[in-house]
């Protein structure tokens, strides 16, 4: 069964003004859109073709050598931008409250010092790539994966994810990535992390 785009849980301009419509018409309609029909493309014929992303990704190896790169690529894409528009919504941001504070608390010390870090990985990520806060054996981790590279494909469970390639931003906020950074904390959708954290358990 081929792939196709989950339609986004918002319209397009409801994260402005942080996140503006063009942005998100352009990475939803053309990105997103262009990674999950190369992502059917490069797993035809392939015995994981039909797989769920998640499994897909979790298996590169038993693809083909000259097929392994063109899957993570595309399949770490479209995985990625799926997870990506789920981080956000429209009146999001603030403070997480309940059993994700706790746990972000108990493993960063504090949000505040969670922000900070999940800040500095975010700018600090070379030329393309995400930031992310995974689980991985019951404990969280701040992590980072260049170009479209999954956490799913190093054993770890995505919960909150920033895009940092220059076209989630670029129209917006030119090369000021710290920018764009300080806005996306506006739209955190705090209540889709925390049942993506239920999920782990």
Not at 130 to 146: C, E, H, R, S, Y
Not at 189 to 196: I, P, Q
Request: proline share 4%; aromatic share 12%; hydrophobic share 40%.
């Amino acid at each position: 069964m081929a792939y196709t785009l989950a339609p986004l849980p918002y319209d397009f301009a409801a994260l402005e003004p942080f996140i503006s419509g063009d942005i998100m018409h352009v990475h939803y309609e053309k990105h997103h859109q262009a990674y999950c029909d190369n992502t059917n493309k490069a797993l035809a014929g392939t015995a994981l073709e039909g797989k769920s992303i998640e499994e897909v990704l979790e298996n590169l190896s038993q693809l083909p050598e000259d097929k392994r790169s063109a899957v993570r690529n595309q399949a770490g894409g479209y995985f990625n931008h799926t997870l990506f528009w789920n981080c956000m919504k429209p009146q999001g941001g603030g403070k997480p409250a309940g059993d994700l504070l706790k746990v972000l608390e108990d493993s960063f010390g504090s949000f505040e010092s969670f922000q900070e870090k999940f800040t500095a990985a975010a700018m600090s990520v070379f030329g393309s790539g995400w930031a992310w806060l995974v689980a991985k054996d019951g404990k969280l981790q701040i992590v980072q994966t260049p170009n479209q590279d999954s956490p799913v494909s190093q054993g770890m469970t995505p919960l909150f994810a920033i895009d940092v390639w220059e076209h989630a931003y670029y129209l917006q906020y030119k090369n000021l990535r710290a920018d764009y950074v300080k806005a996306f904390w506006n739209v955190a959708d705090w209540d889709g992390v925390g049942k993506r954290l239920i999920q782990t358990k």
